[in-house]
């Protein structure tokens, strides 16, 4: 399969296109950053695995989508705030056949997507893999888990059972969901819980479950999620969730949340998509979210600190 990976010079495109790659796909990393590219032409994408081993696989990468061509599917990881440029960007890729899958945290994307390619293109997806960017061509894979895959309308089609195939040939664990937005749901608790409290307390992700205090907060963070999805007609269940983010983080051992990277980094994080998201659909369902609530100011005065910073 050809395949684009849009974000690919960060950490989790480089792992689902290393991976895609390794397994024979022609999968080219599309990134902006002309130091991503350039490390990974000239020296190969290194994944630093759980095991110890670092593979360092042989993949093209590239920030000119035209000089790619037309492909089979684009894999989008790039942040919410930069889809819209990046799928217009991908624009020359786009042939009449070609799906276009959002595995990005957050909710949001996919109706973004489906706006500039419309909504036949689009396949929505979640990850449960862990990555953390080292350096340029070079990022940790610390976590394994399942991804899910589905079409927005719910129905199992042709082209979502060549991408499932497709990944599971290349070793990552699939699954398709009929229920997509319910996954997607899960996985947006488990976002809402761990990333706002990873980057204010600057915490790796195993150790969120170590303090009494961490645990309490998640907590609260869940309660809140849970109302507003079950007010949606979403299925998503506390002692479930709870269960499998704290399983997660126990096994994350030197995980580093994204949105922590993002505060190290100085860049902007995901926050409106995330407990932002929470936010505004306890708005509009009528669910009070306080500590999500929270959570966004918390970090946007955080962010905005360091942005001011950074700009002078």
């Not at 020359?92 to 945290?105: G, H």
């Not at 659909?281 to 005065?301: D, F, H, L, S, Y």
Request: aromatic share 4%; glycine share 10%.
């Amino acid at each position: 399969m050809k395949i684009a990976i849009l974000g690919g010079g960060g950490a989790m495109g480089g792992i689902f296109g290393g991976y895609l790659a390794r397994a024979g796909n022609d999968v080219t990393l599309i990134d902006v950053s002309k130091a991503a590219v350039t490390a990974i032409n000239d020296n190969g994408l290194t994944i630093e695995e759980r095991d110890g081993s670092q593979p360092v696989i042989k993949v093209p990468a590239s920030d000119n989508p035209a000089s790619v061509g037309p492909v089979d599917l684009i894999i989008n990881f790039v942040k919410c705030y930069h889809t819209d440029a990046a799928v217009r960007a991908a624009a020359p890729m786009i042939a009449r056949d070609t799906a276009v899958l959002s595995l990005q945290n957050g909710w949001g994307n996919a109706p973004r997507i489906a706006s500039i390619v419309g909504e036949d293109r689009v396949l929505v997806g979640l990850t449960y893999h862990g990555g953390t960017l080292l350096a340029p061509g070079r990022v940790k894979h610390p976590g394994s888990g399942m991804t899910y895959i589905g079409e927005l309308t719910g129905k199992p089609t042709e082209r979502l059972g060549r991408v499932i195939e497709t990944f599971r040939a290349a070793q990552i664990e699939t699954t398709q969901s009929d229920r997509i937005l319910d996954e997607v749901w899960k996985k947006l608790a488990l976002n809402a819980c761990t990333l706002p409290v990873a980057g204010l307390l600057h915490l790796m992700s195993h150790e969120l479950v170590a303090f009494d205090g961490t645990k309490l907060l998640m907590a609260a963070i869940l309660k809140e999620v849970v109302a507003v999805a079950n007010a949606q007609g979403i299925a998503l269940d506390y002692d479930e969730r709870w269960a499998a983010i704290t399983g997660l983080l126990e096994k994350a051992i030197g995980g580093k949340a994204s949105m922590l990277q993002d505060v190290e980094a100085k860049r902007q994080t995901e926050i409106e998509v995330i407990n932002g998201a929470i936010v505004d659909a306890g708005k509009r369902t009528g669910v009070a979210t306080p500590v999500n609530e929270t959570m966004v100011w918390m970090i946007q005065a955080k962010q905005a600190h360091y942005l001011q910073v950074k700009a002078q």
